[in-house]
């Protein structure tokens, strides 16, 4: 409404639709500071608390609160749109006691980056690290609040470095997020004539590779650490261009010459929210196993029979070199409902006897959108 021009040929009514936006704003702004007083109160009680991590962030119940937006959402915002707004909203409540430090696999501008600020919102400290076992270790530290990394892409498959960690720390899964991978072909030239070289990450590069047969044949493409750097290089190199996401884009201050060019239109990335601790039920969980049979036959089954037997339905199973002996393989497992649920605890109470070895890797919210 207000690109209308101020001319005197505005439809008639438009006075009267503006003056009740404008009333509307002042409704929505005054219930969001009434909201955040209630969170500022609520987190004050919980700070006399024992600490612990951040008593005052409880994702289950994120969860619950964006699930409700999603069920009431009656248009014309799309769901995503409601969500990302409900999300900002509690990311700058909660950052009145203090911001969330949350480590993520970097440097700016990389897919994991996006997966912070769509999981946890804009009002967070973000703090950027090289490798995947360095977001670990600040968060078993202390040193950040929670950690973000990518476990699979539903083109290329798992990110086998954060399984390996998953297998040796003491963290915990407590989230997980589901980002649509949007491949973008960027660089400071406005057409693909001009373009001698493309950077990008390996797995960037392998989910376009048929769009870049097609449609960039004779130019070469050369492989580096990410997306991010990429991005830096198309910005300082001249003729070369990257592959990269909408963040890296906007960061290092390129043109967006072709949009989503990855070859699989649903290409999603995974990633995991991994923090100190394991919060309770949000009502629609998974949890993450990790385990090891017995060197005898029929070892696998009789590790699965447990979920069969009690009705827990496993959506996923991967099996990873244990580190421990030579040709020895631990399976990472997801099913379907929190560690607290009756049927899940027996489950696990039956798989633990079951197995050489048996941990539980964290119950956690599903993913909303």
């Given at each position: 409404?207000?690109?209308?021009?101020?001319?005197?040929?505005?439809?008639?009514?438009?006075?009267?639709?503006?003056?009740?936006?404008?009333?509307?704003?002042?409704?929505i702004q005054a219930l969001?500071?009434?909201?955040?007083?209630?969170?500022?109160?609520?987190?004050?009680?919980?700070?006399?608390?024992?600490?612990?991590?951040?008593?005052?962030?409880?994702?289950?119940?994120?969860?619950?609160?964006?699930?409700?937006?999603?069920?009431?959402?009656?248009?014309?915002?799309?769901?995503?749109?409601?969500?990302?707004?409900?999300?900002?909203?509690?990311?700058?409540?909660?950052?009145?006691?203090?911001?969330?430090?949350?480590?993520?696999?970097?440097?700016?501008?990389?897919?994991?980056?996006?997966?912070?600020?769509?999981?946890?919102?804009?009002?967070?400290?973000?703090?950027?690290?090289?490798?995947?076992?360095?977001?670990?270790?600040?968060?078993?530290?202390?040193?950040?609040?929670?950690?973000?990394?990518?476990?699979?892409?539903?083109?290329?498959?798992?990110?086998?470095?954060?399984?390996?960690?998953?297998?040796?720390?003491?963290?915990?899964?407590?989230?997980?997020?589901?980002?649509?991978?949007?491949?973008?072909?960027?660089?400071?030239?406005?057409?693909?004539?001009?373009?001698?070289?493309?950077?990008?990450?390996?797995?960037?590069?392998?989910?376009?590779?048929?769009?870049?047969?097609?449609?960039?044949?004779?130019?070469?493409?050369?492989?580096?650490?990410?997306?991010?750097?990429?991005?830096?290089?198309?910005?300082?190199?001249?003729?070369?261009?990257?592959?990269?996401?909408?963040?890296?884009?906007?960061?290092?201050?390129?043109?967006?010459?072709?949009?989503?060019?990855?070859?699989?239109?649903?290409?999603?990335?995974?990633?995991?929210?991994?923090?100190?601790?394991?919060?309770?039920?949000?009502?629609?969980?998974?949890?993450?196993?990790?385990?090891?049979?017995?060197?005898?036959?029929?070892?696998?089954?009789?590790?699965?029979?447990?979920?069969?037997?009690?009705?827990?339905?496993?959506?996923?199973?991967?099996?990873?070199?244990?580190?421990?002996?030579?040709?020895?393989?631990?399976?990472?497992v997801d099913v379907e409902?929190?560690?607290?649920?009756?049927?899940?605890?027996?489950?696990?109470?039956?798989?633990?006897?079951?197995?050489?070895?048996?941990?539980?890797?964290?119950?956690?919210?599903c993913a909303v959108l």
């Amino acid at each position: 409404m207000g690109d209308t021009p101020d001319d005197g040929s505005r439809p008639p009514g438009v006075d009267d639709i503006r003056a009740r936006i404008d009333a509307l704003d002042e409704q929505i702004q005054a219930l969001i500071s009434e909201r955040a007083a209630l969170a500022q109160t609520k987190g004050g009680s919980k700070r006399a608390q024992p600490p612990g991590t951040r008593e005052f962030y409880r994702p289950e119940r994120e969860a619950q609160v964006l699930r409700g937006v999603v069920r009431r959402n009656a248009g014309p915002l799309r769901d995503e749109e409601m969500v990302r707004l409900f999300r900002e909203i509690m990311s700058a409540c909660l950052a009145q006691q203090e911001p969330l430090k949350v480590a993520f696999l970097g440097p700016e501008g990389t897919f994991t980056q996006a997966a912070v600020l769509k999981h946890f919102g804009h009002s967070v400290r973000a703090l950027s690290l090289a490798t995947i076992d360095e977001v670990f270790h600040e968060v078993e530290s202390g040193v950040a609040d929670f950690g973000v990394v990518p476990v699979e892409n539903s083109t290329e498959g798992v990110v086998s470095n954060t399984l390996d960690m998953l297998t040796s720390s003491p963290l915990k899964i407590c989230g997980e997020v589901e980002l649509r991978i949007r491949q973008h072909l960027m660089g400071r030239m406005q057409s693909v004539d001009e373009i001698r070289r493309i950077y990008s990450h390996q797995q960037s590069l392998a989910q376009c590779r048929a769009w870049i047969e097609q449609k960039l044949g004779d130019v070469e493409c050369r492989t580096v650490s990410s997306n991010a750097e990429a991005a830096r290089r198309a910005r300082d190199e001249e003729g070369a261009a990257a592959i990269a996401g909408d963040t890296a884009a906007e960061i290092y201050g390129l043109h967006l010459i072709m949009t989503n060019i990855e070859d699989k239109p649903d290409n999603t990335t995974r990633f995991l929210v991994m923090g100190r601790e394991i919060f309770p039920s949000s009502g629609n969980d998974k949890t993450s196993l990790l385990m090891s049979g017995r060197h005898q036959a029929g070892a696998l089954q009789e590790l699965l029979y447990p979920l069969a037997k009690h009705r827990v339905s496993m959506t996923r199973i991967e099996s990873r070199p244990s580190r421990r002996a030579k040709w020895d393989y631990v399976f990472f497992v997801d099913v379907e409902g929190h560690a607290e649920d009756p049927n899940v605890a027996a489950a696990l109470k039956d798989l633990e006897v079951a197995s050489a070895y048996f941990r539980v890797l964290g119950s956690y919210p599903c993913a909303v959108l």
